[in-house]
């Protein structure tokens, strides 16, 4: 499955469950707490926190993103990438908890002849924030056993944009790639082996500040309680048999690397200033040429364009 057709199902199953499409916001966004976007919530933060009425009360969107929170991460694993696009559901005072695992657990397991991801079962893992025994009864409930359902505390299951605004415990989505990629255990023991593709953040509160992703203050109760989600086009398509690189390479564990993961995407894209200059390019293949593939894992491949 090609990441076209990812982010397709993705934005057909959301419409058919009464979501608004909205299309992806540039990457220099009007918010003056970021320089770039770093998620794919960043357009919808004034309808959160109830700054401006929210025109729809669903939403669902495809949209670039720089990461900023955890860019240190970049070059020290295989699953962060600088630039990558976020596929997000958003609920502004309608669903929750329910509806959001609900919808995740149908679009993540159904089958793919009626548009869905079609993962198996048996190899999705969850976490849940230490306390949030809502959230993980509600995993119980479609499905995922006692023993796949792992609690993890603010570092990890709280979410929040790294800057003042919307925050709120969250419960992520994990594929189980299997014994060629790790140690079994689950996401609390190897994030390589099973890879996170899906984070739910169930939006509750308000930060006044914020220093660490552990270490905020919290300003007080949002107005409403609100669903955001992220799922990572880009490190979806690279789990397991659901993706095929640029429609030539099947996914292996010689090749599903995120810095060998490409996309057909422009030449480059140019962001400018609000004066005109230009002030960064950023650069993509526009096709394949070659995979280079991580010494631990064989020699490189050369691939036609």
Known sequence: MKTAEIRRRYIDFFVRN?????PSAPLVYNDPTLLFVNAGMVPFKPYFTGAEDAPFARAVSVQKCVRTLDID???KTTRHGTFFQMNGNFSFGDYFKAGAIEYAW???TGSQA???YGFDPDKVWVTVYLDDDEA???WRG????DERIQRRGLKDNYWHMGVPGPGGPCSEIYIDRGPAFGPAGGPIVDEDRFLEIWNLVFQTEELSAVRAKDDFDVLGPLPSKNIDTGMGLERTGRTGSICRIANRVRCSRR??????FVMWMPDSISIRSKRGACCMKVSYWSSVRRITVPSSAG??????T
Do not use: K, W
């Open 114 to 116: 009626d548009g869905n």
């Open 255 to 260: 090749v599903t690397e995120n810095q060998n």
């Open 106 to 108: 149908e679009l993540v």
């Open 73 to 75: 991460e970049v070059g």
């Open 142 to 145: 479609v499905g995922v056993p």
């Open 136 to 138: 993980a009864a509600l």
């Open 18 to 22: 009464g979501h608004v499409e909205v």
């Open 299 to 304: 020699s490189t491949s050369p691939e036609p």
